[in-house]
């Protein structure tokens, strides 16, 4: 399984992104695609992630009311809608999929280990 993120870039305050991950190759069953960020002088961590039926999703305090997780089956693609956009959210975006034995919440505290793929990471840079 390979993932590849895109939709990265330098964005206003205020403004607003779609980041998109796309899966390709072979993926386990109850296989879903989580969203992690990596800012500045900080730790990587779970922003947004949900199972793979799409009923249980967790955020982050910090996004909470402006970050979005989704996913179209059908094209293998999960996708991080992000509005409105803050400074503080400068930083890497990753994607990272695995089998969502355990809920939404404790997957976006998992080692990055317990994670089957991790994408290369996207820039996202909010500035005026």
């Known amino acids: 399984l390979q993932l590849a993120e895109s939709g990265g870039g330098l964005v206003q305050p205020g403004g607003s992104l779609t980041l998109s991950c796309v899966a390709s190759?072979?993926?386990?069953?109850?296989?879903?695609i989580n969203w992690w960020r990596q800012v500045p002088g900080k730790e990587r961590e779970g922003v947004a992630c949900i199972d793979s039926d799409g009923r249980d999703a967790y955020y982050a305090e910090s996004v909470k009311g402006r970050f979005t997780i989704s996913r179209d089956s059908t094209k293998n693609t999960a996708y991080l809608q992000i509005n409105p956009l803050k400074p503080e959210d400068t930083g890497v975006y990753y994607c990272?999929?695995?089998?969502?034995?355990?809920?939404?919440?404790?997957?976006?505290?998992?080692?990055?280990?317990?994670?089957?793929?991790w994408g290369q990471g996207t820039q996202v840079t909010v500035s005026s």
């Open positions: 190759g072979d993926t386990p069953d109850h296989t879903t």
């Open positions: 990272a999929s695995g089998v969502d034995w355990t809920t939404a919440e404790e997957m976006c505290h998992w080692p990055a280990y317990e994670y089957d793929a």
